[in-house]
């Protein structure tokens, strides 16, 4: 009787097991089906945080197994973030240690954002914000150098999978002014539904009430009205006061002159441009803040001391040139 019944329980456990697999087996998702479902929330983050798609999108495929791994199945994490002082939800999966503790969300797009929270807000991660958005081979040696990743081949691996499927190409589509995203994919989910549309630039016409965004050397920006001030456009545009005075070279809370240009996100190391002739007043700053570029890349592309001023009719650099003459002809007034 006992053996008996210990053969009814294995044949039981094992039905439970195979119909586990079964259900499983039938959520997974493939990888074309992975990039086509969280391509947009990776362009929209972006064109929000700075972070290039093409990087998101392969951390995301590499930290989940696109989306079938159990981290992403049973916890909806995506990208592998431990705990951390998470105080949310939490999920424990044996990793480099056993039982280690995960971020847990409620649904996969959470994973997505507090990626770009993840980064965006821990200092070791600070250099990356310095490189050019689309330079996702430099993003990916980043992140293996700041300590993402503990496999020697983390970069590597990214790369390839970037490679192998053109990830790169969401890089360029994230900042097309024409671009609106899928809709669908929010259609459950309003409020970041808002926030992607809130993106959108050029294809809009706002109502009057609204405040119109715009998009500059790959940079968002506003232009200011009478009285606005970092609080209040941070208020409305639902920032904080700091990240409007830091993208623009501010002081302090100061109000902005009518008609100023605001960036709502950091400035870029090169212009649209290939340089600038000094009119008589111009000043770094405001060359800065003309053409969206971060001052310090403009003193050093320039080779100039922090503090200098430009001479009426000099010639500054807004981007790099290759060769001794072309150095020789534009960095010479």
Known sequence: MHQLLKGILKKLLLSLFLLHASLFAQENISLPEYIETYKHIAMAEMRESGIPASIKLA??????GFGNGELAVYANNHFGIKCHGWQGMTYYYDDDEPGECFRKYTDPVQ???????????????????ELEPDDYVAWAHGLKEAGYATNPQYAHKLIRIIN???????DRKAFDPGYLAAEHLYADRPDEKEKMLAEQTEDISPEEDQRRILIYNRIKYVIAG???????????????????????NLDGPEPFEA?????????????????????QGDTMEEISQRYGIRIENLYRRNDMTYGMEPEPGQKILLQDYKGTFFQYLFRRP
């Open 164 to 170: 192998e499927h053109e990830l790169d190409r969401f």
């Open 59 to 64: 951390q995301a495929i590499l930290e989940s």
């Open 226 to 248: 009478e009285g606005d001030t970092p609080r209040s456009l941070a208020r409305e545009l639902d920032m904080r006061p700091r990240q409007i005075i830091n993208y623009n």
């Open 259 to 279: 008609g100023q240009r605001v960036y709502l996100q950091p400035k870029r190391r090169k212009g649209g441009e290939a340089y600038h002739i000094v009119s």
């Open 111 to 129: 994973s997505f954002l507090d990626h770009s929270e993840f980064l965006s807000t821990r200092p070791w991660y600070a250099t990356l914000f």
